[in-house]
Each structure stands twice: as C-alpha cells, then as structure tokens.
C-alpha cells in the first residue's frame, strides 16, 4: 500500500480469519474505496477471471498450436467461438481489458517460497499485475476479496503514470503491456486459474453507502487525534 493510504479498521482480522478457514487460499486481491479532503470517492471492487462476463473473443496466442509465446499485444479474435467462454486467468483479464487485481494483496508466505525460483520480474517499475499473473500461471490458489479492505487516497499530481513516462524514459503503457506478454511464457497450455470458493460470510460490501461514509469519518478523525495527541 501507498504511505498515505488507510486500511480498513478490521482488515488484519478478517484476512487472518479468512486465510486460517480457507487453507487452500494462497494469495487475494481486495477491494478498496477511493478517498480525498473531501470525503469518500469510489469503490474499487475486484473480480476473478471466473467472475467477468464470458466472452465470445479469445486472445490470439491461446489458439496457437503448443502455446507459443505472443510477441505482437493486443491481438484479439473476435467471435472466436459460438459459445461464450470464462476469461482463463489473471493476465487473460488483463488483456481483454478486464479489471482483475487490486491492493490490499495478502500472499501465504510458505506458498510464495515453493514458487519463488520460478519468477523473474522484469517491470522496470515493479508491477503488481506481473507478480500476480506469475503466482496464478504457477498455479497457486487466489480469489477475490469483496470486502472493503483499504481506502485509496487519490492523487491529484506526481502520479508514476503522469505523462506516461517514468525515470528512465520508458513508456509506461508500452511496458504493461510488455509485461503482459512476458508472463505469458509461464501460461501451461489450456490454462484455466485456480480460484477458491471461500469460506467467510463477511465477504461482501454494500458499496459507498452513507453507514460507510459516517465510519470512515469517524475513523480518520480518530486517526487525526492520535496523531496530533
């Protein structure tokens, strides 16, 4: 997370509760609420690849013989198939444009170290997207958390993404979808992600609602008396 970003006051319970029922659980994604001086924005909400709307279109390099790496982006074959299909994985997400991850990121420690020798990241500005997509094609179990785990300050300026450029002069836009690409290499041949039907009751929201934006006032102004105490 962000320095200037805020979990959620139950967040460490509720994944600690979570990950302690659902042992097959290895790493989630959550679900965030935008938040600036002025009060709450928007929420954040995550799905796994199961939880998109099928689609009729596949990507290019999925329908090659042997699953040979794609080098040209964003190759779509619309109307591939007569039925539509689930998206296959987090990077498939990606590359369909479909929103997938998205802090807070929880990963089971002893599950990251069985797979760590497999992963070379090669973001120039440490992708999430890329180390996500990594775990999932390695085959670890994920899901989507639906309760609202962190609230998001948002960035008026010095955003990395400002300009599309960072320090070096790389293309940030160019670069994800590079990175896509790249994480591709690890994708077995028929691929489909191991998601994890969890075992919490506590997994929902009920999006901005005002009961929402009464707590979080609440919360920041105890956060602001404990820093000014």
């Known amino acids: 997370m962000d320095d200037d970003d805020l979990l959620a006051e139950d967040a460490l319970s509720f994944l600690s509760e979570t990950y302690t ?3 097959e659980l290895e790493f989630s994604y959550g679900s965030s609420v935008t938040f600036s001086e ?7 909400q995550t799905n796994t690849p199961f939880e998109h709307p099928k689609t009729h279109h596949e990507w290019a390099a999925y329908t090659i013989p042997n699953n040979a790496p794609w ?10 198939y007569k039925e539509a299909r689930h998206l296959t994985s ?7 444009n479909m929103f997938c991850v998205f802090h807070t990121y929880v990963m089971r420690t002893n599950s990251v170290k069985r797979v760590k020798d497999k ?32 609230y998001v300050r948002i960035h008026n300026k010095g955003r990395i993404s400002d ?32 998601v994890i039907p969890l075992d919490s ?29």
């Not at 080098?71 to 591939?80: C, K, L, Q, S, V």
């Not at 987090?90 to 369909?96: G, R, S």
């Not at 440490?126 to 994920?142: I, K, P, R, T």
């Open 21 to 23: 029922n659902n042992p």
């Open 38 to 44: 002025s009060g709450l924005g928007d929420l954040i």
């Open 71 to 80: 080098g040209t982006p964003w190759a779509f074959y619309r109307d591939y």
């Open 90 to 96: 987090i990077i498939h997400c990606a590359k369909d």
């Open 119 to 150: 992963i070379t990241m090669t973001s120039k500005f440490v992708d999430d997207l890329e180390f996500m997509g990594s775990l999932d094609y390695l085959g670890l179990g994920h899901t989507s958390i639906k309760k609202i785990l962190s």
């Open 163 to 194: 300009g599309g450029r960072i320090t070096d002069n790389t293309n940030i836009f160019n670069e994800n979808f590079r990175i896509r690409d790249k994480v591709d290499e690890l994708r077995p041949s028929g691929f489909l992600s191991k």
């Open 201 to 229: 009751p506590d997994n929902f929201n009920n999006g901005v609602d005002d009961t929402l934006k009464t707590q979080f006032g609440l919360y920041k102004q105890r956060i602001f008396d404990i820093v000014n105490s």
